[in-house]
């Protein structure tokens, strides 16, 4: 009797530890620099996850993620730069070869990430909270610079393909309703 209570309070506790890394926060990571993170420090504020790459048709969206960034970091938002070498391998470099790239070409000043996996086998937990089955918009991350929106409450609220702009109505409408949300 007492060897099934503890199976099942050890089996309650699985459950909410599986439940509770669902929760974007929970999810380990590393910064640009190789140092564990992860988003708890963004807790509290409108987040826009892009993945990212150098070598892209869609790299000089950096120069309006940097825009809307700028407009809006004082507000209670960021923009975070996931790093992705999935799609044609078009962010072939080192972490230190993407900051350089980023601040001399673009001078990116929003908080990057180690370069990770969206999609297959090795993908992310970060992107298996954003586009796996049972995200509020599922479905793979088709290229590079697609763009999931987070609110203070830390749900997913929009999902953006690689062609929306975040200098565009939509995506900045999307944003400011977010941030107007408390």
Same mark, same amino acid.
């Given at each position: 009797?007492?060897?099934?209570?503890?199976?099942?309070?050890?089996?309650?506790?699985?459950?909410?530890?599986?439940?509770? =890394?669902?929760?974007?926060?929970?999810?380990?990571?590393?910064?640009?620099?190789?140092?564990?993170?992860?988003?708890?420090?963004?807790?509290?504020?409108?987040?826009?996850?892009?993945?990212? =790459?150098?070598?892209?048709?869609?790299?000089?969206?950096?120069?309006?993620?940097?825009?809307?960034?700028?407009?809006?970091?004082?507000?209670?938002?960021?923009?975070?730069?996931?790093?992705?070498?999935?799609?044609?391998?078009?962010?072939?470099?080192?972490?230190?070869?993407?900051?350089?790239?980023?601040?001399?070409?673009?001078?990116?000043?929003?908080?990057?990430?180690?370069?990770?996996?969206?999609?297959?086998?090795?993908?992310?937990?970060?992107?298996?909270?954003?586009?796996?089955?049972?995200?509020?918009?599922?479905?793979?991350?088709?290229?590079?610079?697609?763009?999931?929106?987070?609110?203070?409450?830390?749900?997913?609220?929009?999902?953006?393909?690689?062609?929306?702009?975040?200098?565009?109505?939509?995506?900045?409408?999307?944003?400011?309703?977010?941030?107007?949300?408390?």
């Amino acid at each position: 009797m007492k060897l099934l209570a503890v199976l099942a309070l050890l089996g309650c506790l699985g459950v909410v530890t599986a439940r509770s =890394a669902q929760k974007l926060t929970d999810i380990p990571l590393k910064d640009i620099n190789g140092k564990d993170t992860s988003l708890k420090a963004y807790e509290g504020k409108v987040l826009l996850i892009v993945n990212v =790459a150098s070598k892209c048709g869609y790299t000089p969206q950096y120069k309006s993620l940097e825009a809307v960034y700028e407009k809006y970091k004082d507000k209670g938002f960021e923009v975070l730069g996931f790093p992705c070498n999935d799609f044609g391998s078009q962010e072939p470099g080192s972490n230190d070869e993407i900051k350089e790239f980023c601040s001399s070409k673009y001078s990116v000043t929003f908080p990057m990430f180690d370069k990770l996996h969206v999609k297959g086998a090795q993908q992310h937990p970060l992107y298996t909270a954003l586009s796996g089955k049972d995200a509020p918009y599922p479905g793979d991350v088709k290229w590079n610079f697609g763009k999931f929106l987070i609110g203070r409450d830390g749900k997913i609220l929009k999902r953006f393909d690689s062609a929306a702009k975040p200098d565009s109505a939509e995506v900045t409408q999307a944003i400011e309703s977010a941030l107007a949300a408390k």
